[in-house]
């Protein structure tokens, strides 16, 4: 049983004494010294209270004969507090001591405390601003003293519109971060596979502390938000010399198309290659403040795509569907969203499709789809090919839900006999949802041959197609 030392006076030092009173802990023997009256609480067994002033080094010296563990120091009056170390320092120099603070410490102070190795000075306005941050919506808690203290310990309230609402925790990628305990009301729930998070869930995660702040803002990112969290803005890269006139016409009309739909901020066209004509007259005559034009007349190739979607927080990229095909893979190495182009306008479409037999990609994707078909105004199908007859209750599910929460109806169509491709090979006016994994930028001579309809995606090429990338 460990001898701790413990200098209590004020009103800090009661409500202390008693949570300190109310753990009911025997593990160790606490002596307390106070200029206040505490020995009517002296029938507990592991606690003997002196009344006298803790300023006096012989009163203090007389009742620390022996070891102690740890000294700790809880005084309203900084004076009596810096008087109160001083002594006890006089006893002993190694003991561990917590030093309570709630004052700006003088420079001689600040020096004397940052020399001394077993000293841990605990600035409890530090914890009251801490502890009022709590209470103030869309910051994250962090548990300030469990652990490391750094961050790696986070509450997360999910708001209503959350992007993880309604998601089960099997489709949530945790990387470098877990999910630990799901609060819902007064019950605590242990995460498992099947669970589905729930509006206002609170949720306890665990992790890299840069990485809970990344999950901080994508729990709260709410719907209505897209291209957002991907980045704020949108981009097209027109290419004149690859590009048709007429591809490039089409490619600015969907481009502004967008821009007047989505929650983005801005629109920028970057021009290389530019040729004298309509085209590049129309871009010129654009003066609107949330449209960027950026004409390139040094570079002849796309090397500078990397650059302008670090610089200018682009969250969606628009290409035509022959230059995507050609550059597929720089494409994917962005890790952005792609729109692709089909051979009738963006406007001219009426409805999105999703094509899956991975309902766990589809799932972790599917607020972002929904949040874009909403946005568009778009009918949303999901069909689902169940040639395994598999249980798709779990999918259908988190569909439902989902589809109230962005008020929009998802139509889940079950194929189990007949590959869905075959019903919508011959048509144009949809926007295809896929999840942009690598084999699906690598391709391969033989990705016809796959079951995974994701993969199959170049049979349905003649429609606009939105690329989602996916955790991998």
């Not at 700790?72 to 561990?96: F, G, H, M, P, W």
């Not at 979607?309 to 969606?316: N, P, S, T």
């Not at 033989?446 to 199959?456: D, P, Q, V, Y």
């Amino acid at each position: 049983m460990k001898k701790i030392l413990i200098i209590a006076d004020g009103t800090f030092a009661r409500n202390f004494l008693n949570r300190l009173l109310e753990t009911k802990s025997n593990l160790h023997h606490y002596i307390v010294v106070s200029s206040d009256d505490y020995r009517q609480k002296a029938n507990y067994e592991n606690f003997t209270f002196y009344k006298f002033d803790p300023t006096s080094l012989s009163k203090l010296k007389s009742i620390s004969d022996g070891y102690f563990s740890q000294f700790c120091i809880v005084c309203d009056d900084k004076n009596e507090a810096i008087a109160v170390y001083e002594n006890l320092r006089q006893i002993s120099t190694k003991t561990e001591t917590v030093f309570m603070s709630s004052w700006e410490l003088d420079e001689e102070h600040k020096e004397i405390f940052s020399k001394d190795k077993h000293l841990d000075v605990v600035d409890i306005r530090d914890i009251a601003a801490s502890r009022l941050m709590d209470y103030l919506p869309d910051l994250p808690v962090l548990a300030d003293n469990i652990g490391l203290s750094e961050g790696e310990i986070m509450e997360v309230k999910v708001p209503i519109g959350s992007s993880y609402m309604y998601r089960h925790i099997s489709s949530v990628a945790q990387k470098k971060w877990r999910i630990a305990l799901i609060y819902r009301g007064s019950e605590i729930i242990l995460p498992k596979p099947n669970i589905m998070i729930q509006p206002s869930d609170i949720l306890l995660i665990v992790g890299d502390p840069n990485v809970l702040q990344n999950v901080y803002r994508s729990i709260k990112r709410e719907s209505g938000q897209f291209p957002s969290p991907f980045g704020s803005n949108i981009y097209a890269l027109i290419d004149m010399k690859s590009m048709s006139k007429e591809r490039v016409s089409k490619l600015i009309e969907d481009s502004l198309y967008m821009h007047s739909k989505l929650n983005n901020k801005r629109l920028i066209f970057r021009v290389i290659n530019a040729t004298l004509g309509e085209n590049l007259e129309r871009l010129k005559a654009i003066k609107e403040k949330n449209i960027l034009v950026l004409m390139d007349y040094f570079n002849s190739d796309n090397k500078e795509i990397k650059s302008d979607v670090a610089k200018h927080d682009i969250g969606l990229i628009l290409s035509d569907d022959k230059y995507f095909f050609k550059f597929q893979k720089l494409f994917y190495k962005l890790k952005l969203p792609v729109l692709k182009t089909g051979k009738i306008l963006l406007s001219d479409i009426k409805e999105g499709v999703i094509l899956g037999d991975q309902s766990q990609e589809v799932e972790n994707q599917s607020a972002v789809i929904t949040d874009c078909c909403a946005q568009l105004d778009l009918e949303m199908k999901f069909y689902y090919f169940d040639n395994k007859h598999s249980d798709d209750e779990a999918l259908k599910e988190h569909f439902e839900s989902i589809s109230a929460l962005f008020s929009k109806r998802i139509k889940i169509e079950n194929h189990s006999l007949k590959n869905p491709l075959v019903k919508l090979k011959n048509t144009k006016n949809l926007l295809h949802f896929v999840m942009f994994s690598k084999s699906v930028a690598n391709g391969g001579a033989f990705a016809f041959l796959s079951t995974n309809l994701n993969r199959l995606y170049k049979k349905l090429s003649q429609n606009a197609q939105l690329f989602v990338p996916v955790s991998e």
